[in-house]
């Protein structure tokens, strides 16, 4: 069967939800199962190991749910064509049982899981999904969690970050959890509700529209988690799009697993709308015109272990300032949905 055949009629919602190993995923996911929200929704479980231990425990919470197992591998580096072929055939499956279509599918990494080579397993299903990436993020743990790659990665690369295991949590580490996140990811929308319920339903909320560029701070403050540096690069004038390109793949080869996340939007000469530039790991989705609202040209730079003022000596050389940043309200409006709603 081929995964991108004609048969996927509209875009399909799908969540990735990743988090670190006991972070709460499956319990989160249990919780939006019971809503009735839930119906026409379908669960891919990977575990890595033989033992489909999270499976049967979202089968116990939703029976009818449709479920399907990834169990070859951690999905992020074992996938190979099995991701897109599991979607395809579950959705081709509701349409030959004469089923309504999908609205959704959520996909529950393992806790090893790195969003970047998950979303690029998608590519042939890139016109059929409305992806986004949701990360949970333990209070009780809080930052110790940052200074693991997978965890660092999966918060950078999230759209959306669900503060969980609150009711466990010392006093005052939700209010910390939410500072230290604005710091390393500004990009992302905090969800904390404090009901299972309520907290479930707008961490799995359907894939934001095209929204405005959050409003971000300047901050020569190194985080107390220094590995881990947000840059915000200001252009001071339009670049060329040829030497936006290089600058970018530059990046992407400097950095390697060390690069997070990249999003902004920059002015480029001859073009009338600023282009929208966003990756995760170093999966660039193709740069398209943005007509929304922006304060200013500027990219966001999520990177691990490395000095900011490499990104300054990167060439080409082009017309920007490297600041740390940060984003002054932690609770923010949800961003444009990861890579391939941006690119629909």
């Known amino acids: 069967m081929n995964p991108a055949s004609d048969f996927l009629p509209v875009p399909i919602e799908l969540s990735v939800l990743t988090g670190f190993l006991g972070s709460g995923k499956t319990t989160l996911l249990s919780s939006y199962l019971r809503l009735p929200q839930a119906a026409d929704t379908a669960v891919i479980v990977n575990e890595i190991g033989e033992v489909d231990l999270d499976g049967a425990v979202l089968a116990a919470t939703a029976a009818k749910v449709p479920m399907a197992l990834l169990s070859n591998g951690c999905v992020c580096c074992a996938m190979g064509g099995d991701l897109p072929g599991t979607i395809a055939a579950l959705i081709e499956e509701r349409e030959t049982r004469?089923?309504?279509?999908?609205?959704?599918?959520v996909l529950e990494t393992t806790g090893l899981a790195r969003p970047g080579p998950v979303l690029r397993s998608l590519g042939p299903l890139a016109?059929?999904?409305?992806?986004?990436?949701v990360a949970t993020f333990d209070c009780v743990r809080g930052e110790s969690l940052l200074a693991l790659p997978e965890a660092a990665a999966q918060i950078a690369g999230a759209q959306r970050i669900v503060l969980t295991r609150q009711d466990l949590a010392p006093a005052g580490a939700t209010e910390a959890a939410r500072a230290l996140l604005a710091r390393v990811n500004p990009l992302a929308e905090l969800v904390a509700e404090p009901t299972a319920g309520a907290r479930a339903l707008a961490a799995l909320a359907a894939p934001a529209a095209r929204s405005p560029m959050p409003e971000l701070a300047v901050?020569?403050?190194v985080p107390a988690h220094s590995d881990i540096r947000t840059a915000l690069c200001r252009f001071a004038a339009p670049v060329a799009r040829d030497a936006l390109a290089e600058w970018l793949d530059n990046l992407a080869g400097l950095c390697g697993e060390r690069l997070l996340r990249v999003k902004g939007v920059v002015a480029v000469r001859g073009e009338?709308?600023?282009l929208l530039v966003q990756c995760v790991g170093t999966l660039f989705a193709p740069l398209l015109p943005?007509?929304?609202t922006a304060n200013g040209s500027f990219l966001v730079v999520i990177v691990r272990?490395?000095?900011l003022d490499e990104l300054r000596e990167l060439l080409p050389s082009l017309p920007l300032t490297v600041h740390a940043a940060t984003r002054p309200n932690a609770i923010g409006r949800p961003l444009s949905a990861v890579l391939e709603e941006s690119c629909a």
């Open 127 to 133: 016109a059929h999904l409305r992806a986004q990436v």
């Open 272 to 274: 009338r709308l600023p």
């Open 290 to 292: 943005f007509a929304g």
């Open 305 to 307: 272990g490395m000095r």
């Open 219 to 221: 901050s020569d403050d």
């Open 98 to 105: 004469g089923l309504p279509p999908l609205a959704r599918i």
